[in-house]
């Protein structure tokens, strides 16, 4: 099908990661610390992935160490934290790595991310993301968030 011959374009794989690499739930710990989940299952994919050849990354709005920690455990090195206008990020990015948008697969659940969703030559969701975003995109994860989305 169609999915299938825009999957076989991509190159690049971005996530947004509260509400779609983790289940959106962020602990602020009273020494001003906080913690995430992130799923094992979604490591091994994005692992996978790059042994594939793949280029992955991760656009954040916030600033996170625990979404540092985990990019460097997965050796994903193109990661982005703390962006106010994620389309500007993810135009630098394309630009910056010689990618079309049709070679692009990006992964986001809310309203923020409709911008790159709309670019991006793979759009998709987890089963949980806002219906906003799961009414715009190509391809929609069975999985909830955070368990192998």
Same mark, same amino acid.
């Given at each position: 099908? &169609?999915?299938? &011959?825009?999957?076989?374009?991509?190159?690049?794989?971005?996530?947004?990661?509260?509400?779609?690499?983790?289940?959106?739930?962020?602990?602020?710990?009273?020494?001003?610390?906080? *913690?995430?989940?992130?799923?094992?299952?979604?490591?091994?994919?994005?692992?996978?992935? #790059?042994?594939?050849?793949?280029?992955? !990354?991760?656009? *954040?709005?916030?600033? *996170?160490?625990?979404?540092?920690?985990?990019?460097? #455990?997965? !050796?994903?090195?193109?990661?982005?934290?703390?962006?106010?206008?994620?389309?500007?990020?993810?135009?630098?990015?394309?630009? #910056?790595?010689?990618?079309?948008?049709? #070679?692009?697969?990006?992964?986001?659940?809310?309203? +923020?991310?409709?911008?790159?969703? %709309?670019?991006?030559?793979?759009?998709?969701?987890?089963?949980?993301?806002?219906?906003?975003?799961? &009414?715009?995109?190509?391809?929609? *994860?069975? %999985?909830? +968030?955070?368990?192998?989305?």
């Amino acid at each position: 099908g &169609s999915i299938d &011959s825009q999957a076989r374009r991509i190159r690049l794989v971005l996530f947004d990661v509260d509400g779609v690499l983790t289940d959106g739930k962020i602990l602020l710990h009273a020494d001003g610390t906080e *913690s995430k989940q992130f799923d094992i299952k979604d490591g091994t994919g994005i692992v996978l992935a #790059q042994r594939a050849g793949l280029t992955v !990354g991760f656009l *954040s709005a916030r600033m *996170s160490a625990p979404t540092a920690r985990r990019a460097a #455990q997965l !050796g994903v090195t193109l990661l982005h934290q703390g962006v106010a206008n994620k389309l500007e990020t993810y135009e630098q990015i394309v630009d #910056q790595l010689l990618v079309n948008d049709d #070679q692009v697969a990006y992964m986001g659940d809310d309203i +923020v991310d409709l911008p790159v969703l %709309a670019r991006a030559g793979l759009a998709a969701a987890p089963a949980d993301a806002t219906a906003d975003v799961t &009414s715009r995109v190509h391809w929609v *994860s069975l %999985a909830r +968030v955070g368990p192998g989305a």
